[in-house]
């Protein structure tokens, strides 16, 4: 402390890392002195003058601090924050400083009643279907997280809400100390590997949100990742274990969203809205109307006889393995990036029972794809380095077929190479599928 203010370090000028210095701020009123840490380069007009930067350097000296508010993307067991904790410092992040602020308003009724999910995924997508559902319930809700809204900007709201479902990602889970009244999880496969230290570490990160629930939560799990929750040595919470079958309120053919993995999805959500007292109707209503996310597997149009699928948010093989199998017309798939992983041998796997007749390659990863993907017996092109290109190859080999076909574009790769996001990846894919025009 100098100058009797609290000096508090807020690493990371993202989303959060901004969300939090604004909370801080008010909250303190002038009592402590806000620094902003970030190794990134963060251009001066993009600076709040009420905070001191420290960018585009490595972090050092965090024992200095009172207080270190780490943004998701900085691993948890970072060196410099772990030293920071053994010489005393307090490390907290967004999710902590939510529920502790959530749970300090609670009254007898113990709401708001807080849902977390996660896994690697269709959290997302679960996540939004089971707020449709209640919010078509008439229930007061508010959804928060990483699906995109910072949790403390919908704190005030949060705290007057019947319900709040938060998406949560390993990054926000490796530091959670507060109970949720109810915590899901998905599947889990290998991913954010180049943040953790390996799977076993990834996937216990995932299960920091089971370890501290209270005796009277809820655990939901789906069967194929019931191991995890079974072998978590003093899980208090009771244990439900969710398969496909349990919910007969709707079958995969009547969702818009495609794919059985988006049917596991609208199972779970299904399964938590009936048991929080939603009607059968509005459970099924919701399901079967859900038009699904931005990037996941999206519609984007169809022209003549091909239909176009913007999966931008595959940044990994299992993602595109589900999207895959989400179609059983022939499909031409674009595939590329920036390699998160360099095994795409599960990618190769279900090429060989699928219905895709092309594949365009393209981005940085592209020569090493078509090294891995060949033993599939599709045929594979380079589109190219850009994903203009690409679009243009797999537009042509579709209009080739002849048939009702899909253009599917799952690249199994993060977008590093050309773009900032998967999502400005993905506005840019769509953007170019609606230029095509009928030749």
Same mark, same amino acid.
């Given at each position: 402390m100098?100058?009797?203010k609290?000096?508090?370090?807020i690493?990371?000028w993202?989303?959060?890392?901004?969300?939090?210095a604004?909370f801080?701020?008010?909250?303190?009123?002038?009592s402590?002195?806000?620094?902003?840490?970030?190794?990134g380069?963060?251009p001066?007009?993009?600076?709040?003058?009420?905070f001191?930067?420290?960018?585009?350097?490595k972090?050092?000296a965090? *024992?200095?601090?009172d207080?270190?508010?780490?943004s998701?993307g900085?691993?948890?067991l970072?060196?410099e924050i772990q030293?920071a904790?053994?010489?005393?410092?307090?490390?907290?992040?967004?999710?902590?400083i939510f529920l502790?602020e959530l749970y300090a308003?609670?009254?007898?009724m113990?709401?708001?009643?807080v849902?977390?999910?996660t896994?690697?995924k269709?959290?997302?997508t679960?996540a939004?279907l089971l707020?449709e559902m209640?919010k078509?319930?008439?229930?007061?809700?508010?959804l928060?997280g990483?699906?995109?809204?910072p949790m403390?900007? @919908?704190?005030?709201r949060?705290?007057?809400?019947?319900?709040?479902v938060?998406?949560?990602?390993?990054f926000?889970?490796?530091?959670?100390?507060?109970?949720v009244?109810?915590?899901v999880?998905l599947s889990?496969?290998?991913d954010?590997l180049?943040h953790?230290?390996?799977?076993?570490e990834y996937?216990n990160?995932?299960l920091?949100l089971?370890?501290?629930?209270e005796?009277d939560a809820?655990?939901y799990?789906?069967?194929?990742?019931?191991?995890?929750?079974?072998?978590?040595?003093?899980?208090?919470?009771?244990l *439900?274990i969710?398969?496909t079958?349990?919910i007969?309120?709707?079958e995969?053919e009547e969702?818009?969203?495609?794919g059985r993995?988006n049917?596991e999805?609208?199972?779970v959500a299904?399964?938590i809205a009936?048991d929080?007292?939603?009607p059968n109707?509005?459970?099924s209503y919701?399901a079967?109307?859900f038009?699904g996310?931005?990037?996941r597997?999206?519609f984007v149009?169809?022209?003549d006889k091909i239909?176009f699928?913007n999966?931008?948010?595959s940044?990994?093989?299992?993602?595109?393995?589900?999207?895959?199998k989400?179609?059983?017309?022939?499909? @031409?798939?674009?595939?590329?990036?920036r390699?998160k992983? *360099?095994?795409?041998?599960?990618?190769?796997?279900a090429?060989k029972?699928s219905?895709?007749?092309?594949i365009?390659?393209?981005?940085?990863?592209s020569?090493?794809?078509?090294?891995?993907l060949?033993?599939?017996?599709?045929k594979l092109?380079l589109?190219g380095y850009?994903?203009?290109?690409?679009v243009?190859?797999a537009?042509t080999?579709?209009r *080739?077929l002849k048939?009702?076909s899909?253009v599917?574009?799952?690249p199994?790769?993060?977008?590093?190479?050309?773009f900032?996001?998967r999502?400005?990846?993905?506005d840019k894919?769509?953007?170019l599928?609606?230029?095509?025009?009928k030749?």
């Amino acid at each position: 402390m100098e100058n009797g203010k609290l000096k508090i370090a807020i690493l990371g000028w993202a989303r959060e890392g901004k969300s939090a210095a604004e909370f801080l701020h008010k909250r303190l009123s002038g009592s402590a002195e806000i620094h902003v840490l970030d190794e990134g380069p963060v251009p001066v007009y993009k600076r709040d003058v009420r905070f001191k930067f420290r960018v585009g350097k490595k972090f050092s000296a965090l *024992n200095g601090f009172d207080l270190i508010l780490r943004s998701p993307g900085i691993p948890y067991l970072r060196k410099e924050i772990q030293q920071a904790i053994k010489a005393g410092v307090a490390v907290t992040s967004v999710t902590n400083i939510f529920l502790q602020e959530l749970y300090a308003t609670r009254g007898k009724m113990k709401t708001p009643k807080v849902i977390a999910i996660t896994g690697t995924k269709g959290k997302g997508t679960t996540a939004s279907l089971l707020y449709e559902m209640l919010k078509k319930a008439k229930k007061k809700v508010v959804l928060a997280g990483n699906i995109g809204t910072p949790m403390l900007d @919908v704190l005030e709201r949060a705290k007057r809400a019947d319900f709040v479902v938060l998406e949560l990602s390993s990054f926000q889970l490796q530091d959670i100390k507060h109970s949720v009244d109810l915590a899901v999880l998905l599947s889990i496969s290998r991913d954010h590997l180049d943040h953790h230290k390996n799977m076993a570490e990834y996937v216990n990160a995932k299960l920091e949100l089971f370890k501290h629930q209270e005796k009277d939560a809820k655990a939901y799990v789906i069967s194929e990742s019931a191991k995890y929750l079974k072998k978590l040595k003093g899980l208090k919470a009771k244990l *439900n274990i969710l398969r496909t079958d349990q919910i007969r309120l709707f079958e995969k053919e009547e969702l818009k969203i495609v794919g059985r993995h988006n049917f596991e999805n609208a199972v779970v959500a299904a399964r938590i809205a009936k048991d929080l007292g939603v009607p059968n109707p509005v459970i099924s209503y919701v399901a079967r109307n859900f038009k699904g996310l931005p990037h996941r597997i999206e519609f984007v149009r169809k022209l003549d006889k091909i239909s176009f699928y913007n999966d931008s948010f595959s940044t990994i093989p299992a993602s595109t393995v589900a999207a895959i199998k989400s179609f059983d017309i022939p499909t @031409v798939l674009i595939v590329g990036g920036r390699p998160k992983v *360099n095994d795409y041998s599960s990618v190769q796997k279900a090429l060989k029972k699928s219905s895709v007749k092309n594949i365009v390659l393209f981005g940085e990863n592209s020569k090493e794809l078509r090294r891995q993907l060949a033993g599939a017996g599709i045929k594979l092109t380079l589109g190219g380095y850009t994903l203009s290109s690409a679009v243009e190859r797999a537009y042509t080999f579709a209009r *080739n077929l002849k048939v009702e076909s899909v253009v599917l574009f799952s690249p199994a790769s993060t977008s590093f190479d050309l773009f900032s996001d998967r999502s400005e990846r993905g506005d840019k894919f769509k953007e170019l599928v609606l230029k095509l025009s009928k030749s």
